[in-house]
């Protein structure tokens, strides 16, 4: 079984920053492809930032710039560096992560709990 744990989360003033942070644990050989979504009420959860096994990148044009993922592989760890944050990145943060399970080398999607980032003043 694979879990993951988000933190980092909380309130922020308008062009602040901060760091969220996802924790992988339980049996799993690595990390295939990581992910941050955001979600808020009324609306579908929309893909924040991507990256790839060999650390590709990808972002939403809404946060190009100024979000910057990135991922651990010794740790299981992968995090969302927000800057400048906005208003509208108010949101519940969720990690996805495409696990690669010890033995059978079979592919496991796992979603994390989420973690709330407010912006305001």
């Known amino acids: 079984q694979v879990q993951l744990v988000e933190s980092g989360g909380g309130l922020v003033q308008p062009g602040g920053s901060l760091r969220l942070s996802c924790a992988a644990s339980?049996?799993?050989?690595?990390?295939?492809?990581a992910a941050w979504y955001r979600q808020t009420p009324g609306k579908q959860r929309e893909l924040v930032a991507q990256?790839?096994?060999?650390?590709?990148?990808r972002y939403a044009d809404s946060v190009k710039g100024r979000f910057t993922i990135s991922r651990d592989n010794a740790k299981n760890m992968v995090y969302l560096q927000m800057d400048s944050l906005k208003p509208e990145d108010t949101a519940a943060y969720y990690c996805?992560?495409?696990?690669?399970?010890?033995?059978?080398?079979?592919?496991?999607?796992?979603w994390g709990q989420g973690t709330l980032v407010t912006v305001s003043s």
């Open positions: 996805n992560v495409e696990a690669i399970l010890p033995t059978t080398y079979m592919f496991l999607e796992v």
């Open positions: 339980g049996s799993i050989f690595t990390i295939n492809r």
């Open positions: 990256i790839s096994r060999g650390e590709i990148t």
